[in-house]
């Protein structure tokens, strides 16, 4: 029955997500939706699969991990520095190097931005330098048994650092600017309304496939033993499962999703810099998995949408009420929908099946208490 009810469910979030690319791809086709509407979903898409990534080491594993925003941001960055060879000698200083070299003084590239004219390589990268980064970092957290709190602040503190890293106009990566001014992909124009629609249609696959995967790594019997890390990581060790290297597999994983989440993102919209992986962005993106249900998969995904739709509006309507409304609905999700917004169906059923046990007791106790009076002398 629950192998019945796993596919029924599987077979509608992929329904549901290639339904709605269709008709979004559709309704631009007869002009119904603008083409800057297709790419503005193609980033909320990509926000998805971060907030998978974070509900896959959250709310499967119990590692509330505050630095998933900096592996989106190294992914990122690999496709950034890949766009930036793309550029030619079409920016400001018509120079075959990116503009900010120019400005910082160099006459030819240095030697680790050459290979990523490759996009082969590029896209290597943005796999291979997430997952080294978190073994890194994976390894000493785990093999010292740091958890908890003590975990997520390392994480934001890694994450911190970084941030001041990529600042720093000696790392050659833009400095506070970052990239931008991005012209093609694969010998395709980035404004070109069919590159759009390519981007956003390679953003739902991804985002399929890492649902998939997700889904199917967590019902095996490393999804027993990640979840049972979750619930009690101390019975798991006294029952002979070495518990950190399934959390070290976890976090690996989830920071190249979040590396390929960022891949995409760059080209839709257009830039890149440091910003994108303050600690800030981080801890929002724990309030995407929180208000959409943690431990749920489909849940961050709804929850990285609304979000990000809601900010969007907020952001044109009430630019300066945004962290405001944010605030508030974290605090309502945690007292009122503390299961999220997938959850909100299971409350309203417990509420009903509790409104009726107390409407059948209070009707036996008015049967009880007529029956007693009229057998009274």
């Not at 404004?191 to 981007?199: A, E, K």
């Not at 027993?224 to 002979?240: I, P, W, Y």
């Not at 917004?341 to 299971?346: L, N, Q, R, S, T």
Request: proline share 3%; hydrophobic share 55%.
């Amino acid at each position: 029955m629950n192998a019945r009810r796993t596919q029924i469910e599987v077979f509608s979030v992929v329904a549901a997500i290639v339904g709605f690319m269709v008709l979004m791809l559709a309704f631009n086709a007869a002009g119904m939706v603008d083409i800057f509407t297709v790419g503005l979903w193609g980033k909320y898409l990509c926000y998805a699969v971060l907030a998978m990534s974070v509900d896959l080491l959250w709310g499967y594993t119990g590692l509330l991990s505050l630095g998933q925003a900096l592996f989106f941001a190294l992914g990122g960055y690999m496709m950034g520095m890949y766009l930036m060879r793309m550029i030619g000698d079409l920016g400001q200083y018509h120079k075959p190097i990116p503009d900010f070299l120019v400005f910082l003084g160099w006459e030819q590239l240095p030697s680790f931005w050459v290979p990523f004219s490759s996009f082969a390589f590029a896209l290597l990268m943005v796999i291979v330098l997430p997952a080294v980064v978190a073994a890194v970092f994976g390894f000493l957290a785990f093999r010292s048994r740091i958890k908890g709190v003590y975990f997520s602040i390392l994480t934001q503190a890694l994450t911190y650092g970084a941030c001041l890293l990529f600042f720093r106009n000696d790392m050659l990566m833009g400095g506070n600017n970052g990239f931008t001014d991005f012209k093609f992909i694969l010998g395709h124009d980035l404004r070109q309304d069919g590159t759009v629609r390519g981007l956003f249609i390679a953003t739902g696959v991804l985002l399929l496939g890492v649902y998939l995967l997700c889904r199917w790594l967590t019902k095996t019997k490393f999804g027993l033993v990640q979840r049972a890390v979750r619930d009690s990581e101390t019975r798991v060790l006294f029952s002979g499962y070495a518990a950190a290297n399934y959390k070290l597999f976890v976090f690996v994983l989830c920071a190249i999703i979040a590396g390929l989440a960022g891949a995409l993102y760059v080209p839709q919209v257009g830039i890149i810099n440091p910003s994108e992986m303050e600690t800030a962005k981080s801890l929002e993106i724990i309030v995407w998995v929180a208000l959409g249900g943690r431990g749920t998969l489909l849940g961050p995904v709804i929850g990285a949408v609304t979000v990000n739709a809601m900010k969007s509006w907020a952001s044109r309507a009430y630019p300066d009420l945004w962290p405001i409304i944010l605030g508030v609905m974290f605090i309502l999700v945690v007292l009122l929908m503390p299961k999220g917004i997938v959850g909100v169906p299971g409350q309203i059923r417990a509420w009903l099946s509790r409104r009726k046990k107390e409407d059948a007791v209070d009707s036996a106790a008015e049967v009880a208490k007529s029956g007693g009076a009229s057998i009274a002398p």
